[in-house]
């Protein structure tokens, strides 16, 4: 975390965050360091994560405090953490998008790290309950048309439901239940607030679980993308059980234990950015 001056608040403030959880605890010293901020910046950071009950300040730093379930952060305060980990979950579940394929992208900022990867993959029809997932996709056309070209062969038919927008720019609720509901995929792409044994899939907003619910129902094949921070996370509703998920997509930070502990569940583990062992050849 080198050269972060310019950095928007809100993403050095995901930095700070992550650094306290992954570390158990930071001094300020550290983090003026690794940010190249002045020390006033980074206790003006502290200050306001504090505020928002995500740390608690010590004498000379921060270490993390129990989230409440039902938290939820916004999509801003989430972006910037385990990104290179996202980027490898995101390639690896992009090769199980075949083109002309009817697919769901459901909110949360890992789907929009796949979205990216999405984005060459010809002729997919993508129903998604996220605006910034489906800006994605917006983006792109609008950046093709700007330049003079004919619209792409293969570009993707994008599809945003209606609903209620939650801190993480997800549409959730009667509407976009309605919709989901009435559609049929071949491959759904879920992120998760948390994944555990015993909770299954968990979010903190209990709209978003009802909505989760139908898009799992409505899909053939149903492809979790949660980097390993979310192992282990109970959030306020369950919407779904391991039994119901097909693959799980994380990262090469899935704790040995966790590891252990899926070889025995029925979801298919796939850990992405790591070379296959010998016998999986």
Do not use: C
Request: aromatic fraction near 4%; proline fraction near 5%; hydrophobic fraction near 45%.
């Amino acid at each position: 975390m080198s050269d972060n001056q310019n950095l928007l608040a809100e993403q050095r403030r995901a930095l700070i965050l992550d650094e306290v959880r992954r570390r158990g605890g930071v001094r300020v010293n550290e983090l003026t360091r690794k940010l190249s901020v002045s020390d006033m910046t980074v206790r003006r950071d502290l200050d306001a994560l504090a505020r928002q009950g995500m740390v608690e300040k010590v004498h000379g730093g921060a270490v993390p405090v129990s989230e409440p379930s039902a938290h939820e952060p916004g999509f801003e305060a989430k972006s910037g953490l385990e990104l290179s980990a996202k980027e490898d979950i995101a390639k690896a579940a992009a090769q199980m998008a075949a083109p002309g394929s009817a697919i769901a992208l459901a909110g949360g900022t890992t789907a929009f790290a796949l979205a990216q990867q999405l984005l060459d993959v010809p002729d997919l029809t993508v129903v998604t309950n996220s605006v910034r997932v489906a800006d994605v996709f917006y983006t792109a056309q609008r950046a093709a048309a700007s330049g003079g070209a004919a619209p792409r062969a293969g570009a993707a038919t994008v599809v945003l439901t209606g609903g209620v927008r939650t801190p993480s720019d997800t549409l959730v609720g009667p509407v976009a239940d309605a919709a989901i509901r009435s559609l049929h995929f071949d491959v759904l792409f879920l992120g998760v607030h948390g994944i555990s044994v015993e909770a299954g899939l968990s979010t903190p907003n209990l709209a978003e679980a009802e909505t989760n619910r139908h898009f799992v129902r409505s899909a053939r094949r149903v492809v979790v993308v949660a980097d390993h921070t979310k192992w282990g996370t109970v959030g306020l509703s369950s919407f779904a059980t391991l039994d119901e998920v097909d693959v799980l997509v994380t990262d090469a930070g899935l704790p040995t234990e966790a590891r252990a502990e899926f070889a025995e569940l029925p979801p298919e583990l796939v850990v992405a950015g790591e070379l296959p062992e010998d016998g999986d050849l």
